[in-house]
């Protein structure tokens, strides 16, 4: 399994790592089978009232043949309030991504 953050960030890679070490899984760089990519939904500029927004998802691809990433075989969509931490969306979103595969 890869691992991948946009935009990069650090301890998002290390909490993807966990996740995968979770799965009785290892992390590779090259020839991966599966590839985890958190990505943080871009934020509007103007917040009117307090609406759950879209904060982040997870994709997940499965490579198969030689494809650059493969495809895309899983999205799971993390929402919140738009002042939420960075942080605290990565862990909800992969406590609920866990909860999902359960």
């Given at each position: 399994?890869?691992?991948?953050?946009?935009?990069?960030?650090?301890?998002?890679?290390?909490?993807?790592?966990?996740?995968?070490?979770?799965?009785?899984?290892?992390?590779?760089?090259?020839?991966?089978?599966?590839?985890?990519?958190?990505?943080?939904?871009?934020?509007?500029?103007?917040?009117?009232?307090?609406?759950?927004?879209?904060?982040?998802?997870?994709?997940?691809?499965?490579r198969?043949?030689?494809?650059?990433?493969?495809?895309?075989?899983?999205?799971?969509?993390?929402?919140?309030?738009?002042?939420?931490?960075?942080?605290?969306?990565?862990y909800?979103?992969?406590?609920?991504?866990?909860?999902?595969?359960?």
């Amino acid at each position: 399994m890869a691992v991948e953050s946009r935009p990069f960030n650090l301890a998002t890679n290390k909490a993807l790592r966990d996740l995968v070490r979770t799965l009785d899984k290892s992390e590779t760089a090259e020839n991966a089978g599966l590839t985890f990519v958190l990505i943080k939904a871009p934020g509007a500029r103007i917040y009117l009232g307090p609406n759950d927004r879209e904060l982040a998802s997870l994709h997940i691809y499965f490579r198969a043949h030689q494809d650059a990433r493969g495809q895309l075989k899983w999205v799971e969509t993390f929402n919140g309030q738009p002042d939420t931490p960075w942080p605290t969306a990565v862990y909800d979103l992969i406590r609920q991504f866990k909860a999902s595969i359960k």
